[in-house]
């Protein structure tokens, strides 16, 4: 009798451990943004840029990632050493990253050390949900939905080096999927304020579909910035 509750009692404690395990490989996210950056002011910075050795990419948002995020605002990074970066799992897809996502860093380079540092840092963190072909493609295809040069363009808002209200481009921004984005400032050459990035969040599920951002990083533009050339 003694005996047989042991067992039950083992068996509750194995149960309660599985299922906990379960719990803690799977979602650790809540929900995922995703970020365009404008090759203009990557690349008039004091550090500069090198384009690609495919050459100079298209006057077009690129991607920079997908990043698994927290309510409370965090961020997980490199969840997953076991499962680096593998340019074979993705080859079908490294055209269009090409042009989609170019590397600008230097020097010149394919952009696989780029796309390679994304999915170790970041899309690990996603695993639970895209696999890594799923990841980079899904990044694809919310970059596809909309194309946020052309949204500023209706707006009348254009690379060239002027400066635009804030309030202006996240509406121009807003508009085509109704949104809220979020704009990153970094600063030229000369320490002027200009559009960095943009920030968009979807859900932690496999249609990445857009919701409102639970959280927004702390603000890094002033009230007016520069739309630079590229
Ligand atoms: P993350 O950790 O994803 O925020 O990425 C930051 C790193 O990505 C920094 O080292 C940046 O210099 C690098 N980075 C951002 N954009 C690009 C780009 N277009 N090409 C290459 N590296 C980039």
Known sequence: MRTQSNNLMLLIKL??????????????????????????????????CCYPINGKPTSEFGIHGLWPSLKDGSRPSYCDSSNPFNASKISN??????SEGPTLSCPSNDGLTFWSDEWNKHGTCSESVLDQHRYF???LNIKNRVNFRLALEEARIYPNGSEY???????????????TPWIECNNDALGK???????????????AEYIECPVFPTESCGSSI???LF
Request: charged residues 15%; positive net charge; contains cysteine.
């Open 15 to 48: 149960l309660t451990l599985h299922s906990l395990l379960v719990l803690s490989t799977s979602q650790q996210f809540d929900f995922f943004y995703f970020v365009q950056q404008w090759p203009g002011s990557y690349c008039n910075t004091k550090d500069g």
């Open 93 to 98: 897809l490294i055209s269009q990253m090409k």
């Open 226 to 228: 520069k739309f630079p």
């Open 165 to 179: 209200s804030l309030s202006n481009i996240r509406d121009a921004l807003k508009r085509p999927n109704g949104v």
């Open 137 to 139: 493609i899904t990044a």
């Open 193 to 207: 304020n200009q559009l960095y990035q943009i920030y968009v969040c979807v859900n932690n599920e496999w249609d």
